[in-house]
């Protein structure tokens, strides 16, 4: 049978009460008596009840992650190093996908499902800043992941968008590319991630004295695989010359490289192509794929720190609530085989 509170507290010779002291990590225990009831803990194999004790303190041991749709790749990956962080300091996390539908977001944020969670991490893409005030109305602690809803009451973390599409296109003009393609865009966008990306595009190109090509920056609805073939498709049939891609994100640069390779274009001799987001497939893909590594576990990890800090927060009646804060990530570039070029290789000379 597994060992009990009442085992514990027999082979350690002090209370029950001093045993659940000890478990919560009550203040005001002796050392020695911690050091023997942590000894019979281990020499038992006695494993709290999670449950009882959430119950007992008003918590559910559980967080809510908001997310788009786990069929896109960089989600599936965040809601892992989401899971991994939360692990790790003891919490369970209840995953939902909204498929980038404001009613579906407004739904989920206001279901009733939000009883058996002690706060949501929210990666927002269908609101805007226009509905910042409807994070208000949500009595729970909140941090929201990604671009949308800027200046709002709620903790913030997001990656450097507009400075890692800008070096990933200064890579590109480093190597000698000069007609660059910018797949992705989204017209009109200016707050989301297509919007910054498209700017740090912009200013790389701005920087570099080449003159902006709008042939050369090509719309995709949605960010999946089919839709960078389905743009690379367009760009060949209208026999668009471009000498470099810059992908807002890896599952287009993927989708597109698959097109291009059928049409017999080489890479990265003939088209250098890099992608943003680091998958974990773009380490096996052919060639394997350049890309901007966002700092998603770090975006894991800081958004759990921050969301258990307004939990702890939400407990105590002594503080008051902490000014929002925002954090942006560091990014890295990761250089891969579809921007390696040899030299004196096509596009390779200039610089």
Known sequence: MAATLHDVARVAGVSIKTV????????HVRPETKERVLAAIAELGYRPNLSARNLRSGRTGMISLIIPNLRNPYFAELADD????????GLSVLIEQVGGDRESELSVLRGSRRQAVDGILYSVLALGQEDAAVLDEIPLPMVLLGERIFNSSRDHVTMRNEDGLRAATEH????????????????????GSAGLRLDGY????????????ERLIVHADRWHRVDGAAAMRSILAAGTEFDGIVAFN?????????IMQEAG???????AVIGFDDLDETRYSVPTLSTIEPGRPQIAETAVDMLLARIEERASAESSPAEPREVLTDFRLVQRESTTRAAGAPGSSGL
């Open 20 to 27: 659940s002291n000890v478990i919560n990590d009550y203040p």
């Open 202 to 213: 912009l200013q790389a190109l701005d920087a570099a004295g080449v003159p902006v090509d």
């Open 265 to 271: 274009l080489r890479i990265p001799q003939d088209v």
């Open 172 to 191: 590109l003009l480093a190597i000698g590319c000069r007609r660059i393609i910018a797949l992705g865009s989204h017209p009109g966008e200016v707050i």
């Open 82 to 89: 989401v899971m991994n962080a939360a692990s790790a300091r």
């Open 250 to 258: 890896d599952s287009l640069a993927l989708g597109a490289m698959r």
